[in-house]
């Protein structure tokens, strides 16, 4: 199957952050550190400006800290370019972002001269959740559905830092199926946009190979399953999730094994790896 998701009118949203970005000092590009390469726009590298760049590897909770761990050292290698994992929805791990938006920029950072930041990203990486818990209030709509649309807004922080928020919506490059896929794994995009079993199946192979100890623990499995398609139907037994005739329901398995990766039941998992060289899309 296809993924398809989002009609577009990205070139604007680009358009408006290039304008945005003459006007402040950082970058915070927020990505999902379950899956780096596949939750970031490829575009905004090219709008870079020579501008400080803060790669926020958020979702760190949910992320394999080994595989989070090599995306920092990969992003660091580029110049201009500093990498954070955190996880947006804790305070404390939000200090260091704060440390280092004033350490990167250290002509500005004070009362009436303070550092301008932009945050960027996908739809659903948490940069709603981001600039709320860093501003220590609801500021930003945190959406239980990808793309809730919200307009561009300046956030004082009161400490030195005045945030804008992405002008726009950027998509996710969706020519790129495998990435698609792994977007829909992570939740990023849409449910009705996306069809369970497969994207279950995708998810449950890539699982099989990289992750076969966290899955023999969570469905108590004495032996691993020898494909995606019949760890679906352990997970549907294990679940309870039978269709008429006592057979397991295969859409229903996908979905709950899909909410338990997700929610981060399955344990913590990174969903790609870097690599020498990435395939950068067109
Ligand atoms: P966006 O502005 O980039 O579109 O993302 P948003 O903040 O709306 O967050 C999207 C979803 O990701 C939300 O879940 C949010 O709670 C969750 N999220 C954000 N940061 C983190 C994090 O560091 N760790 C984890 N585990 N989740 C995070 P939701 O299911 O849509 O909403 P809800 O569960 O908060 O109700």
């Known amino acids: 199957m296809t993924i398809r998701w989002f009609p577009g009118h990205m070139g604007k949203a680009l358009e408006q952050i290039e304008e945005q970005i003459r006007k402040i000092d950082v970058v915070i590009e927020v990505l999902d550190a379950r899956l780096p390469f596949s939750s970031s726009n490829h575009k905004l590298a090219a709008l870079r400006n020579n501008k400080v760049w803060i790669k926020v590897l958020n979702k760190n909770d949910l992320a394999d800290p080994a595989v989070t761990k090599a995306w920092v050292r990969d992003f660091q290698l580029q110049a201009g370019v500093r990498a954070l994992p955190l996880s947006a929805k804790k305070h404390a791990d939000t200090k260091?972002?704060?440390k280092l938006c004033k350490d990167l920029v250290p002509?500005?950072?004070q009362p009436g001269f303070p550092v301008r930041a932009m945050v960027v990203g996908i739809p659903n990486v948490g940069k709603s959740t981001l600039i709320n818990t860093l501003a220590g209030r609801s500021v930003a709509?945190?959406?239980d559905r990808p793309a809730i649309t919200k307009s561009t807004q300046q956030i004082d922080l009161r400490n030195g830092i005045?945030?804008?928020d992405t002008p726009g919506m950027l998509w996710p490059?969706?020519?790129?199926?495998?990435?698609?896929?792994?977007?829909?794994?992570?939740g990023a995009i849409g449910d009705n946009a996306l069809d369970y079993t497969s994207v279950g199946l995708f998810a449950g192979e890539y699982l099989l190979r990289r992750y076969p100890g966290l899955l023999k623990d969570r469905y108590a499995l004495q032996e691993l399953p020898e494909s995606a398609h019949d760890l679906?139907?352990?997970?549907?037994?294990?679940?309870?999730?039978?269709?008429?005739?006592?057979?397991v329901d295969l859409?229903?398995?996908?979905?709950?094994?899909?909410?338990e990766l997700r929610a981060g039941k399955i344990g913590r998992i990174s969903l790609e790896e870097p690599v020498a060289d990435p395939p950068v899309p067109e």
């Open 107 to 109: 002509r500005r950072g």
């Open 232 to 247: 679906m139907i352990a997970v549907g037994r294990k679940r309870g999730l039978l269709a008429t005739g006592g057979v």
């Open 141 to 143: 709509k945190v959406g």
């Open 96 to 98: 260091p972002l704060i």
């Open 251 to 259: 859409h229903k398995a996908s979905e709950a094994f899909l909410r």
């Open 162 to 164: 005045v945030l804008s």
């Open 173 to 186: 490059d969706m020519k790129d199926q495998e990435g698609a896929y792994r977007l829909a794994a992570s």
